[in-house]
């Protein structure tokens, strides 16, 4: 199974909003709505951001959202923040019951 | 609150066996969740390496398959990760984590495994 494709780096100023795009195939990010997003700090273990290509777990910012369309999903962070600055992956289930990951996306607040 | 705790030898020789568990507490191995493991290289991305459920069913990466052994002790409240003929390109952080209904909701902390002579 190969990685889904994430953007290595994106970057935005405080206050401003950016988007992480995840591409991957019919036969997974574009056969289920099974995606999932996660952020991870430095030396830290992931973190679940949203679930299910745009749901929150409790106690997850509203600032974070996410959508989907065909094989491309999109990670949204609006009124970034300097805590926001992070690695973030997506990930999706496949049609052979298997998980892949993204490459990840580094994220950089200016 | 669910917890997960990692625990093996942090140095494995090449073409050794890696063993890790997974503690669980908060929760249990035997509830209707699958069980993962998720390893990451230093300085690369994740990669999912497989999951069990309490049953004894489990998928595993592709990749690893031939190599990779995934199990559960329902009375430890534990399950465990077996990778054979270990590398080099082995060596990485690994987690271990619940998945919460498609999707990974808690994780350990992660343990780093070094394959080395």
């Known amino acids: 199974q190969s990685a889904l494709t994430q953007p290595a780096s994106v970057s935005g100023s405080p206050g401003q909003s950016i988007t992480i795009s995840c591409t991957g195939t019919s036969s997974d990010v574009g056969g289920y709505n099974y995606v999932s997003w996660y952020q991870q700090h430095p030396g830290k273990a992931p973190k679940l951001m949203i679930y299910?290509?745009?749901n929150r777990p409790s106690g997850v910012s509203n600032r974070f959202s996410g959508s989907k369309s065909g094989n491309t999903a999109s990670l949204t962070i609006s009124g970034l923040q300097a805590e926001d600055e992070a690695d973030y992956y997506c990930s999706s289930y496949t049609s052979s019951s298997t998980w892949v990951f993204g490459g990840g996306t580094k994220l950089t607040v200016l | 609150q669910v917890q997960l705790q990692e625990s093996g030898p942090g140095l494995v020789k090449p073409s050794g066996t890696l063993s890790l568990t997974c503690a669980v507490s908060g929760g249990s191995v035997s509830s209707s969740n699958w069980w993962g493991w998720v390893r990451q290289p230093p300085g690369v991305g994740l990669e999912w390496i497989g999951q069990?459920?309490?049953?004894?069913?489990?998928n595993y990466n592709p990749s690893l398959k031939s190599r990779l052994t995934i199990s559960v002790d329902k009375s430890k409240n534990q399950f465990s990760l077996k990778l054979s003929s270990v590398t080099a390109a082995d060596t990485a952080v690994y987690y271990c984590a619940r998945d919460g209904g498609y999707n990974y909701d808690y994780w350990g902390q992660g343990t780093l495994v070094t394959v080395s002579s």
């Open positions: 069990i459920y309490h049953s004894g069913s489990t």
């Open positions: 299910e290509v745009s």
